[in-house]
């Protein structure tokens, strides 16, 4: 689907809509509705489960979404959080200059200063995207971070986070505490970020208020141990640096071993990278072929990463491989620069006396893109009906209650649908219209499993007891006794966990 009439399906259903959409909407600012809110939880819930579940030193928090100025500038934020921006001296529109750019250098303008970026666009006559003039201006940085002021007398200045992680690192220190006293320790975070984007644009996927789920563990970088065989033999769809360099967009499939032994990357991070790549695959269950796992140059990634894989995925509605979340090596630079900025020696002591200044391995994760993904890679046609296929334990709404006939089966379902939700299974009860419609209207929700009361349900016969349990992806029907139906869907609604070994 196009990006468009995959937005307007998503707002028809309930999904998702502007901000303030009876003004007009604001731009880079979406609310979610019941659905949207549902699927977003759940796969934070997914996401969890599986980056938290894969070690019992990886804890989850929930910090405070306001830093204040000594943070963002100990960690370089105010100085380099920067986009570069081009206006139009004759309309006064504001472009990113890599949209700018867009046409006559697809690969952006990672790494490049200001001055060389206006160099390209004086020289290759670049014109403005909105009224085509060539009076575009010298590109300048944009700081993206929403500065506020903070307390009653608005002199001490505060910012609005531009990511999650901040808070981990400056919760190091009193985890390490709270923990085991023992490398590695996790410390996830799943919360709004803000930036105040040049150009909001593809929907969920360029935000101003936006969320991420954040792991960032500390480790010992001279002992990190892990049971690695269990994702030695995995095959990881990745694109390295070095081939794209040399002008290859072909991705290549390599086992988690070669990484390491021929390919140059520590274990930690093929093996983290194999987590990755299944919890892509096997829990938000998208085509392994439309996955890669995208490895930044020099140039292009940040200057304290030390090795970047973006994860993408192939999406129709965007027009090709798009960023949804990414692994980063940040050695020590974090934990260095709140050392410094905040005067306090952030190094611990290990068992044995050694004192180290963790490294840290950060894996990012933008929920929003994610819910949109979900939307592009499941959501179809199957001839006349619109189905999503979304993974059970994803579906915002996992169970359909319907009625036959809502006088005479009614007050049995809605019992069945009030005895559901006390069991913990999430469900909407549907007496309106015919069955027919009522199953359109769940297979667009990506509801699983639909239960039909009928005679035979509150009647006398051999099928006394029982509901029809209707399949979405199959459409297949069968009779399930009422007392069986918990202890059949529930576990089906459970996200898978991580082998640790
Ligand atoms: N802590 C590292 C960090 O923030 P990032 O690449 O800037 O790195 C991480 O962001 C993830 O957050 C991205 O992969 C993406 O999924 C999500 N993200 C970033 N900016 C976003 C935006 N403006 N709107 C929606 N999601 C965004």
Redesign the pocket.
């Known amino acids: 689907m196009k990006s468009d009439e995959l937005f307007a399906l998503l707002r028809r259903r309930g999904v998702l809509w502007p901000t303030a959409e009876i003004y007009g909407g604001a731009q880079?600012l979406y609310d979610y509705g019941p659905l949207g809110a549902a699927l977003k939880r759940r796969i934070e819930g997914a996401w969890t489960a599986w980056f938290v579940g894969l070690s019992h030193d990886y804890y989850l928090i929930d910090p405070a979404e306001i830093l204040p100025e000594v943070v963002v500038r100990a960690s370089g934020h105010l100085e380099n959080f920067t986009d570069p921006e081009v206006t139009c001296d004759h309309c006064h529109n504001a472009f990113r200059a890599d949209t700018v750019l867009e046409k006559v250098r697809p690969e952006g303008v990672d790494g490049l200063s200001p001055a060389e970026i206006g160099e390209i666009v004086r020289a290759k006559g670049v014109r403005c995207p909105s009224c085509g003039s060539t009076e575009l201006s010298v590109p300048r940085p944009f700081n993206l971070m929403f500065g506020l002021d903070f307390g009653v007398t608005g002199r001490e200045r505060a910012y609005l986070r531009?990511?999650?992680?901040?808070s981990s690192y400056l919760s190091f220190p009193r985890m390490w505490d709270v923990g085991r006293h023992a490398l590695p320790l996790g410390i996830a975070v799943i919360g709004r970020?803000y930036?105040n984007?040049i150009a909001?644009r593809q929907v969920?996927?360029?935000?101003?208020?936006?969320?991420?789920a954040?792991l960032q563990i500390f480790f010992d970088p001279e002992h990190f141990p892990l049971p690695f065989d269990g994702v030695r033999e995995e095959k990881l769809p990745v694109l390295r640096a070095a081939r794209r360099l040399a002008g290859s967009e072909e991705v290549e499939l390599v086992s988690a071993g070669d990484l390491v032994t021929s390919g140059g990357l520590p274990e930690f991070y093929a093996y983290h990278l194999a987590h990755t790549f299944r919890f892509y695959r096997d829990v938000l269950g998208f085509p392994a072929e439309r996955i890669r796992l995208l490895e930044k140059s020099d140039q292009e990634r940040?200057f304290y990463n030390r090795i970047q894989f973006?994860?993408e995925a192939d999406l129709e509605s965007l027009g090709g491989f798009k960023?949804?979340?990414?692994l980063?090596y940040r050695g020590d630079y974090d934990l260095g620069r709140h050392g410094q900025g905040s005067g306090k020696d952030l190094s611990v002591t290990l068992t044995g006396g050694r004192s180290v200044l963790p490294h840290v391995l950060?894996l990012?994760?933008?929920?929003?893109?994610?819910v949109w993904a979900c939307a592009d890679l499941h959501l179809g046609k199957d001839g006349d009906r619109t189905v999503w296929r979304l993974p059970s334990y994803l579906a915002p709404t996992p169970v359909g209650v319907f009625p036959l006939i809502a006088k005479e089966h009614g007050a049995f379902a809605l019992r069945l649908s009030d005895d559901l939700a006390a069991a913990g299974i999430p469900n909407q009860f549907d007496e309106a219209g015919t069955i027919g419609k009522r199953y359109a209207r769940m297979d667009e929700a990506g509801t699983p499993f639909c239960l039909t009361v009928d005679s035979e349900t509150v009647g006398d016969g051999p099928a006394r007891g029982t509901v029809t349990v209707r399949q979405r992806d199959s459409k297949a029907q069968e009779r399930v006794a009422v007392g069986e139906l918990v202890g059949r869907i529930a576990p089906l609604l459970r996200p898978p966990r991580p082998a640790r070994a």
């Open positions: 880079g531009p990511e999650t992680a901040q970020a930036r984007e909001p969920l996927f360029r935000m101003r208020a936006f969320t991420q954040e940040a973006d994860v960023e949804l979340g990414a980063h950060e990012t994760f933008g929920p929003d893109r994610n």
